[in-house]
């Protein structure tokens, strides 16, 4: 596919206000935060995105097997329960419009993680629903080994 536009260039402003928001969920750790990124963008389909963060978490420390598996965490034991809460989160934010962010996952949270780190890791998924919806529409993909 054909990149339509190169948006980060027509408006680097917008660009620059994504990564601002990005930034701004320094409560969440970073492999936590890969994992969510890559499971927001296995949900939208997104590819470039799933590179770049997989990548990332692979850096982080994170194991291939369980980057492999992410689409069937709740079956996979080897991720721990504030793993699991925040992945259910990510989950029902992206799929918003089917879920409503429904009240059990965010008990799951609120078990987990502080008022901080949640609304650090909400705007977390909503930045990267907004990330993998430019990149898609614009056709923006990975890098070609």
């Given at each position: ?140 993909s990975p890098p070609?080994?």
């Amino acid at each position: 596919m054909e990149e339509r536009l190169d948006w980060m260039r027509i408006n680097p402003e917008a660009y620059k206000g994504f990564a601002a928001a990005a930034r701004n969920t320094g409560t969440i750790d970073r492999r936590l935060k890969n994992l969510v990124d890559v499971r927001v963008s296995q949900i939208n389909g997104c590819a470039f995105c799933l590179d770049m963060h997989a990548r990332e978490a692979r850096e982080l420390g994170e194991t291939q097997q369980r980057l492999d598996c992410l689409a069937g965490w709740r079956e996979l034991p080897s991720f721990t329960d504030r793993e699991r809460a925040a992945l259910e989160w990510a989950e029902a934010l992206t799929r918003i419009a089917e879920t409503h962010a429904p009240d059990d996952a965010y008990a799951r949270m609120r078990a987990h993680f502080s008022e901080r780190e949640i609304v650090d890791l909400t705007v977390a998924i909503a930045v990267m629903n907004a990330w993998n919806r430019t990149q898609i529409s614009m056709r923006r993909s990975p890098p070609h080994d």
